[in-house]
Protein backbone atom coordinates (compact mmCIF):
# COMPACT_ATOMS: atom_id res chain seq x y z
CA UNK A 1 0.00 0.00 0.00
CA UNK A 2 1.56 3.53 -1.25
CA UNK A 3 2.22 5.96 0.82
CA UNK A 4 -1.21 8.32 -0.66
CA UNK A 5 -3.47 5.31 0.06
CA UNK A 6 -2.46 5.03 3.78
CA UNK A 7 -2.75 9.20 4.14
CA UNK A 8 -6.11 9.02 2.48
CA UNK A 9 -7.20 6.02 4.69
CA UNK A 10 -6.36 7.66 8.32
CA UNK A 11 -7.96 10.95 7.38
CA UNK A 12 -11.17 9.83 5.74
CA UNK A 13 -13.11 9.94 9.40
CA UNK A 14 -11.66 13.49 9.78
CA UNK A 15 -12.49 14.67 6.27
CA UNK A 16 -16.36 13.10 6.47
CA UNK A 17 -16.31 14.75 10.18
CA UNK A 18 -15.83 18.14 8.56
CA UNK A 19 -17.93 17.59 5.73
CA UNK A 20 -20.85 16.42 8.10
CA UNK A 21 -20.15 19.64 10.21
CA UNK A 22 -20.58 22.12 7.31
CA UNK A 23 -24.17 20.54 6.39
CA UNK A 24 -25.12 20.88 10.01
CA UNK A 25 -23.86 24.41 10.10
CA UNK A 26 -25.56 24.85 6.09
CA UNK A 27 -29.18 23.37 7.78
CA UNK A 28 -29.40 25.40 11.33
CA UNK A 29 -28.55 28.51 9.20
CA UNK A 30 -30.99 27.57 6.74
CA UNK A 31 -33.68 26.99 9.47
CA UNK A 32 -32.62 29.95 11.30
CA UNK A 33 -33.21 31.77 8.34
CA UNK A 34 -36.53 30.43 7.99
CA UNK A 35 -37.21 31.60 11.47
CA UNK A 36 -35.98 35.01 10.83
CA UNK A 37 -38.32 34.85 8.02
CA UNK A 38 -41.44 34.11 9.61
CA UNK A 39 -40.72 36.60 12.38
CA UNK A 40 -40.12 39.32 9.93
CA UNK A 41 -43.75 38.10 8.13
CA UNK A 42 -45.48 37.71 11.34
CA UNK A 43 -47.66 40.78 12.64
CA UNK A 44 -46.61 43.02 15.55
CA UNK A 45 -49.47 42.38 17.57
CA UNK A 46 -49.00 38.61 16.96
CA UNK A 47 -46.50 38.22 19.80
CA UNK A 48 -49.60 39.16 22.37
CA UNK A 49 -51.60 35.77 20.79
CA UNK A 50 -51.73 32.46 22.04
CA UNK A 51 -52.10 29.76 19.70
CA UNK A 52 -55.72 29.25 20.58
CA UNK A 53 -56.28 33.60 20.37
CA UNK A 54 -54.79 33.17 16.60
CA UNK A 55 -57.17 30.22 15.91
CA UNK A 56 -59.77 32.39 17.21
CA UNK A 57 -58.96 35.47 14.85
CA UNK A 58 -58.61 33.63 11.70
CA UNK A 59 -61.67 31.59 12.05
CA UNK A 60 -63.78 34.66 12.62
CA UNK A 61 -61.75 36.25 9.63
CA UNK A 62 -63.46 33.11 7.88
CA UNK A 63 -66.43 33.15 9.21
CA UNK A 64 -66.99 36.89 8.07
CA UNK A 65 -65.93 36.32 4.85
CA UNK A 66 -68.11 33.18 4.19
CA UNK A 67 -71.18 35.37 5.11
CA UNK A 68 -70.32 37.79 3.01
CA UNK A 69 -70.09 35.51 -0.13
CA UNK A 70 -73.30 34.34 1.20
CA UNK A 71 -74.23 37.91 1.29
CA UNK A 72 -73.09 37.89 -2.45
CA UNK A 73 -75.35 34.95 -3.18
CA UNK A 74 -77.99 36.26 -1.62
CA UNK A 75 -78.21 39.48 -3.39
CA UNK A 76 -77.67 37.51 -6.64
CA UNK A 77 -80.61 34.91 -6.09
CA UNK A 78 -82.99 37.74 -4.82
CA UNK A 79 -82.20 40.67 -6.65
CA UNK A 80 -85.29 42.85 -5.57
CA UNK A 81 -83.81 43.15 -1.92
CA UNK A 82 -80.90 45.23 -2.47
CA UNK A 83 -83.33 47.61 -3.96
CA UNK A 84 -84.61 47.95 -1.20
CA UNK A 85 -81.76 49.06 0.77
CA UNK A 86 -82.02 53.19 -0.88
CA UNK A 87 -78.48 52.25 -2.17
CA UNK A 88 -77.09 52.43 -5.87
CA UNK A 89 -76.19 48.72 -6.31
CA UNK A 90 -75.61 45.03 -4.27
CA UNK A 91 -71.86 46.22 -3.79
CA UNK A 92 -72.54 49.35 -2.18
CA UNK A 93 -75.12 47.67 -0.23
CA UNK A 94 -73.11 44.99 1.09
CA UNK A 95 -70.40 46.93 1.55
CA UNK A 96 -72.64 48.89 4.39
CA UNK A 97 -73.74 46.04 5.69
CA UNK A 98 -70.19 44.75 6.28
CA UNK A 99 -68.64 47.91 7.83
CA UNK A 100 -71.85 47.79 10.19
CA UNK A 101 -71.18 44.45 11.01
CA UNK A 102 -67.00 45.06 11.69
CA UNK A 103 -67.55 48.27 13.38
CA UNK A 104 -70.72 47.52 15.93
CA UNK A 105 -73.06 49.72 14.40
CA UNK A 106 -76.49 49.47 14.14
CA UNK A 107 -78.26 48.79 11.28
CA UNK A 108 -81.02 50.99 10.44
CA UNK A 109 -83.74 48.97 8.70
CA UNK A 110 -83.56 47.05 12.30
CA UNK A 111 -83.64 49.53 14.77
CA UNK A 112 -81.86 49.14 17.69
CA UNK A 113 -81.66 45.09 16.66
CA UNK A 114 -79.03 43.32 17.21
CA UNK A 115 -77.85 39.49 17.24
CA UNK A 116 -80.97 37.55 17.60
CA UNK A 117 -83.71 39.90 17.75
CA UNK A 118 -82.53 40.84 14.62
CA UNK A 119 -82.39 37.42 13.50
CA UNK A 120 -85.49 36.96 14.19
CA UNK A 121 -87.21 40.16 13.11
CA UNK A 122 -85.25 39.74 9.81
CA UNK A 123 -86.70 36.39 9.10
CA UNK A 124 -90.62 37.66 9.83
CA UNK A 125 -93.19 38.84 7.36
CA UNK A 126 -93.95 41.89 9.05
CA UNK A 127 -89.43 43.16 8.22
CA UNK A 128 -89.74 45.51 5.46
CA UNK A 129 -86.81 46.64 3.59
CA UNK A 130 -83.59 44.94 2.31
CA UNK A 131 -83.77 41.47 4.25
CA UNK A 132 -81.05 40.23 2.48
CA UNK A 133 -78.41 42.44 4.44
CA UNK A 134 -80.61 41.95 7.48
CA UNK A 135 -80.17 38.43 7.73
CA UNK A 136 -76.85 38.70 6.93
CA UNK A 137 -75.76 41.82 9.43
CA UNK A 138 -77.96 39.92 12.50
CA UNK A 139 -75.83 36.60 11.90
CA UNK A 140 -72.93 38.53 12.10
CA UNK A 141 -73.34 40.63 15.04
CA UNK A 142 -74.67 36.99 16.74
CA UNK A 143 -70.96 35.92 15.88
CA UNK A 144 -69.30 39.32 17.21
CA UNK A 145 -71.28 39.26 20.44
CA UNK A 146 -70.56 35.52 21.10
CA UNK A 147 -66.82 36.08 21.05
CA UNK A 148 -67.22 38.61 23.53
CA UNK A 149 -67.55 41.62 20.79
CA UNK A 150 -64.72 41.32 19.39
CA UNK A 151 -63.38 40.29 16.43
CA UNK A 152 -59.18 40.08 16.97
CA UNK A 153 -58.06 38.31 20.37
CA UNK A 154 -55.09 38.43 22.62
CA UNK A 155 -53.96 36.93 25.41
CA UNK A 156 -56.18 39.29 28.11
CA UNK A 157 -59.06 37.83 26.21
CA UNK A 158 -61.58 35.43 27.27
CA UNK A 159 -64.04 33.38 24.62
CA UNK A 160 -67.06 31.47 26.24
CA UNK A 161 -67.20 28.58 24.54
CA UNK A 162 -71.10 27.60 25.92
CA UNK A 163 -71.82 31.24 23.59
CA UNK A 164 -69.97 30.00 20.67
CA UNK A 165 -71.74 26.57 20.06
CA UNK A 166 -74.74 28.37 21.03
CA UNK A 167 -73.73 30.67 17.50
CA UNK A 168 -73.42 27.52 15.96
CA UNK A 169 -76.42 26.05 16.61
CA UNK A 170 -78.69 29.26 15.79
CA UNK A 171 -76.67 28.73 12.47
CA UNK A 172 -78.10 26.04 11.92
CA UNK A 173 -81.79 27.01 12.68
CA UNK A 174 -81.30 30.08 10.74
CA UNK A 175 -80.08 28.13 7.62
CA UNK A 176 -83.33 25.89 8.57
CA UNK A 177 -85.76 29.01 8.09
CA UNK A 178 -84.30 30.46 5.53
CA UNK A 179 -85.75 27.45 3.63
CA UNK A 180 -88.76 27.50 5.12
CA UNK A 181 -90.05 31.33 5.90
CA UNK A 182 -92.65 32.19 3.72
CA UNK A 183 -95.22 35.24 3.05
CA UNK A 184 -99.05 35.44 3.03
CA UNK A 185 -98.89 34.00 -0.61
CA UNK A 186 -96.47 30.93 -0.03
CA UNK A 187 -93.81 32.79 -1.47
CA UNK A 188 -90.30 32.36 0.24
CA UNK A 189 -89.36 34.87 1.82
CA UNK A 190 -85.69 34.60 0.45
CA UNK A 191 -84.78 32.21 -2.01
CA UNK A 192 -81.39 30.12 -1.29
CA UNK A 193 -81.18 26.22 -1.66
CA UNK A 194 -82.78 25.08 -4.75
CA UNK A 195 -83.30 21.46 -5.89
CA UNK A 196 -85.44 20.96 -9.11
CA UNK A 197 -85.35 18.42 -12.07
CA UNK A 198 -82.67 20.98 -13.68
CA UNK A 199 -80.07 20.01 -10.97
CA UNK A 200 -79.50 21.58 -7.32
CA UNK A 201 -77.63 24.53 -5.59
CA UNK A 202 -76.46 23.40 -2.17
CA UNK A 203 -73.62 25.92 -1.80
CA UNK A 204 -75.86 27.88 0.32
CA UNK A 205 -75.86 25.24 3.16
CA UNK A 206 -72.41 24.06 2.13
CA UNK A 207 -71.18 27.94 3.26
CA UNK A 208 -73.51 27.54 6.28
CA UNK A 209 -71.72 24.20 7.13
CA UNK A 210 -68.32 25.91 7.29
CA UNK A 211 -69.19 28.11 9.25
CA UNK A 212 -70.82 25.95 11.98
CA UNK A 213 -67.73 23.95 11.48
CA UNK A 214 -65.65 26.12 12.67
CA UNK A 215 -67.50 27.39 15.50
CA UNK A 216 -68.07 24.13 16.60
CA UNK A 217 -64.21 23.32 16.33
CA UNK A 218 -63.34 26.57 18.21
CA UNK A 219 -65.64 24.98 21.11
CA UNK A 220 -63.85 22.10 21.19
CA UNK A 221 -60.60 23.92 21.19
CA UNK A 222 -61.68 26.20 24.24
CA UNK A 223 -63.48 23.42 26.14
CA UNK A 224 -60.12 21.49 26.11
CA UNK A 225 -57.84 24.70 27.35
CA UNK A 226 -60.14 24.83 30.01
CA UNK A 227 -60.22 21.58 30.90
CA UNK A 228 -56.24 21.68 30.94
CA UNK A 229 -56.10 24.55 33.29
CA UNK A 230 -58.41 23.52 35.47
CA UNK A 231 -56.87 20.31 35.58
CA UNK A 232 -53.38 21.56 35.90
CA UNK A 233 -54.29 23.73 38.89
CA UNK A 234 -55.64 20.43 40.72
CA UNK A 235 -52.76 18.58 39.92
CA UNK A 236 -51.07 21.44 41.72
CA UNK A 237 -52.66 21.62 44.30
CA UNK A 238 -52.59 17.48 44.79
CA UNK A 239 -48.88 17.29 44.53
CA UNK A 240 -48.10 20.40 46.40
CA UNK A 241 -45.41 19.79 49.76
CA UNK A 242 -44.78 22.37 52.32
CA UNK A 243 -41.62 23.89 52.32
CA UNK A 244 -39.71 23.49 55.95
CA UNK A 245 -39.76 26.12 58.16
CA UNK A 246 -36.42 25.17 60.40
Given at each position: ?D?T ?12 A ?46 L ?8 K ?31 Q ?5 G???D ?7 LS ?21 A ?40 V ?23 I ?35
Amino acid sequence: MDRTSIVFITRWPLLLAALLALWTTGCSQQQGRDVARQFSEGKPDEFFQTSVDRMATLGMRDNLQSLYLLMSKLYLRNPSQWRQSGYPDAVTAARTIRQAIENRQPLPALGERRDLAALSYSLSPEFRGDRVGAFIYAIGSMLVTAHGGRTQFYVTDSINPQFVSNAARNIEKATWLLGQRQDANGVLLLFSNEISEEGSNLSFAVEFGKIVARLDLLTQILDERYRRIGLNYAQSLLLMNFLPVQ
